[in-house]
């Protein structure tokens, strides 16, 4: 029982796909008989595309479009079937329309496929050992398939949905660990080479970024209970941790790399580890029900306290300040852990301000608004581009699968190029080379099973098949591409046992799509510069934004609910700029973007956020040693600053405490200060400094004259 509690999400997903599919074929199948049940299978697996970990409510809206798609191409796919010209046009449409769902986001990615999976299963229908039904009956046995299997999974995501829940926020956990890990590695100087790039320390916020949004769709969407008020509180726990370990990178730089500098940054990193320790118990305690960690704030402040007042600096050192000011904010992130730890263990209820209609805003977006279409109706748009790319090459892949010496599956030569050809050249060499291993090792598998001539167990092993690609599509493509490759070559088998499984036919269509697929993704190109006036300009807005909301004295309820929406909307534009950044790597270097210049922009872009974070953590935990006038005074013109720098328009502020000036990176007194009005005085002046640097950096990276997609 406790190894089936440590199943991860998609394993549980992938295990639900796989009885789901099952069920599908059996119920079909003894009502209305085996032809039936195998075209409801084809339904049911290209409607499973769209059923990933969500909450029940948002299944059927996902789920049903793609079981209605799969049933209409699958007609259309039998009325073309006798011509090569018409069924070559009909791959180009369907081709193109269904790509251009991506304009919903990567949460359309799974429907986007779901209608040229069904083509290909529609393709791959063979009438002599199926069952000879018209096309008509195929649709509609695909629809009702797809529907079946929509009724299984709503029900499969109520069963699983607290199950789900908590698997999210361990994972929520468990990436908050490991962010706490590599930052505590880098506060120690033990990270170099590739790895001290601001691009790796940003992959790893952006893996944490995607596990806290991940948590929230589940989380937030709950009904509410003791156990979700818990549940929400420890999210909104993680999600004020990070924000804390963001600014925990400001200032360590100048502790320096003597001897009394290494030995206070290892005290901080050794904090930080030992938080990272009590994070992944607490993990441990929503998964598995271990006991949860023993925390006492106090104790671990006294023990950082006793360890950095153990370094030998020299007498009068200036840094000893700075060091009172990073020890006060890892107490903050001691505090905050010590809460989540008391929180879950808390027998009472007590009420909450965060209501669903107050979360809500934090849930990611769903549905499928045709208006979202509009903005990508031009060449210029990414998603037309790809739209387009895939449409030619998928359809010239069937016409010269059909031109080939084995031409009985030209299909195979069209699904290879589909799986492979992604919407960036990074994705696309990824998907290549795993597709071509995985495929080469799920012939292996097909040839021991060939020789089985017992139709259960081929269709056991077909089902186990749909649920690991299913789990490992997007985890471990290379595993998904070997189930996949038995669940083609299987089809055959299970309907004529002992038949030849086309093994070497595979594998030159795969090879051969691979191929096809990287090629293609020169044409329409669209490389990640051509993406940076746009993501810029997000970003610029994102950030103007969120300065706006979090220079603030004393903001409202209200005013802290747009701080935290402005910030996550920040975190996504920043992830997309690292995101191009990490996909440009693998890009001609004629088109490449500069190195220097994207370094140059994430880092101050990050050290933004981080200067805000600090300002408003200071704001809200230090108000009562802060001086009310002065703060008062000084925030509004920051604010203002900042957000005239963002936006492109010249600065006005006048106060010489908002001014940058040459002693903006040193520190004021801070052991033994009442007032530390003076840190929140360098924090602003920071902040206009990172601004305007940053607008500079990201000014850089826009493409000259002449230059395109």
């Not at 398939?145 to 199950?163: D, E, K």
């Not at 809200?620 to 040693?625: A, F, L, V």
């Amino acid at each position: 029982m406790r190894s089936l509690k440590r199943l991860e999400a998609p394993h549980l997903n992938g295990i639900s796909v796989a009885l789901g599919v099952a069920a599908t074929h059996l119920v079909i199948g003894a009502l209305f008989g085996e032809t039936a049940g195998l075209a409801a299978v084809g339904g049911a697996v290209c409607a499973s595309l769209t059923d990933v970990p969500n909450p029940p409510q948002r299944v059927l809206p996902r789920v049903l479009p793609a079981a209605a798609a799969a049933a209409l191409v699958t007609l259309l796919v039998g009325v073309t079937d006798h011509s090569l010209a018409l069924t070559v046009a009909l791959i180009a449409i369907v081709s193109f329309l269904s790509l251009m769902t991506l304009a919903w986001g990567l949460r359309a990615g799974p429907l986007s496929f779901a209608p040229v999976l069904a083509m290909v299963f529609a393709m791959a229908w063979d009438p002599a050992a199926g069952g000879a039904i018209s096309p008509l009956a195929h649709a509609l046995w695909v629809g009702v398939g797809g529907c079946v299997y929509a009724a299984w999974a709503r029900g499969s995501a109520v069963l699983l949905r607290h199950r789900l829940r908590e698997l999210a926020l361990a994972h929520a956990l468990r990436a908050t660990e490991r962010r706490l890990r590599s930052r505590a590695q880098r506060i120690a100087g033990a990270v170099g080479g590739a790895e001290a790039s601001i691009r790796a320390s940003i992959a790893d916020d952006v893996v944490l970024a995607d596990a806290l949004q991940a948590a929230r769709d589940q989380v937030f969407a709950a009904r509410r209970s003791p156990r979700s008020r818990r549940q929400t509180d420890l999210v909104l726990g993680l999600i004020e941790l990070r924000d804390l370990l963001l600014a925990s990178r400001l200032d360590i730089e100048l502790l320096g790399q003597d001897f009394p500098g290494r030995q206070w940054r290892a005290a901080l990193a050794d904090t930080l580890r030992h938080l990272a320790d009590v994070l992944a118990a607490l993990a441990d305690t929503v998964t598995v029900g271990a006991p949860l960690p023993e925390v006492s704030a106090d104790a671990w402040r006294g023990q950082l306290a006793a360890r950095l007042a153990d370094v030998s600096a020299p007498a009068g050192d200036s840094r000893s300040h700075l060091v009172s000011a990073l020890q006060s904010r890892v107490g903050h992130m001691l505090d905050d852990v010590a809460t989540m730890v008391a929180r879950q263990a808390a027998a009472d209820d007590p009420a909450s301000p965060w209501t669903p209609e107050r979360l809500a805003p934090f849930v990611s977006p769903e549905g499928w608004p045709l208006a979202a279409l509009k903005g990508h109706l031009t060449l210029q748009s990414s998603v037309m581009r790809h739209a387009l790319r895939s449409a030619l090459a998928l359809s010239f892949a069937y016409a010269l699968g059909a031109a080939l010496p084995w031409a009985a599956h030209p299909f195979w030569l069209m699904l290879s190029v589909a799986v492979v050809l992604r919407g960036n050249l990074e994705q696309t060499l990824s998907r290549r080379n795993d597709r071509i291993v995985g495929t080469v090792q799920g012939c292996l598998l097909v040839m021991l099973l060939a020789h089985v001539e017992w139709v259960p167990l081929l269709s056991l092993c077909f089902i186990a098949a749909v649920g690991v690609a299913h789990a490992y599509v997007n985890r471990r493509y290379r595993v998904a591409a070997t189930a996949a490759t038995l669940m083609a070559l299987l089809q055959p088998l299970m309907l004529a046992p002992g038949s030849d499984p086309f093994i070497g036919e595979r594998l030159a269509d795969t090879v051969i799509g691979a191929g096809l697929a990287w090629l293609f993704s020169f044409v329409l190109p669209s490389w990640e510069r051509a993406a940076v006036p746009r993501l810029g300009a997000q970003l610029r807005g994102a950030l103007a934004r969120h300065a706006g909301n979090m220079l603030q004295w004393r903001p409202s309820a209200d005013a802290q609910l747009a701080q935290r929406i402005s910030r996550q909307q920040a975190y996504t534009a920043l992830a997309a700029l690292a995101g191009a950044a990490q996909r440009t790597r693998v890009e001609p270097e004629s088109v490449r973007l500069p190195d220097a210049e994207i370094e140059s922009a994430l880092s101050h872009g990050y050290r933004f956020m981080a200067l805000l974070g600090a300002v408003q953590h200071q704001v809200q935990r230090r108000s009562d040693r802060l001086d009310p006038a002065r703060a008062e005074t000084a925030l509004p013109l920051a604010r203002k600053a900042c957000v005239d720098v963002l936006n492109g328009e010249p600065a006005t502020g006048t106060d010489p405490a908002e001014i940058p000036d040459a002693n903006a990176g040193a520190w004021p007194e801070h052991l033994g200060q009442p007032d530390l009005t003076p840190w929140l005085l360098r924090r602003l002046r920071l902040c206009r400094i990172e601004a305007r640097e940053f607008v500079a950096a990201l000014n850089q990276l826009q493409p000259t004259a002449g230059e395109h997609q």
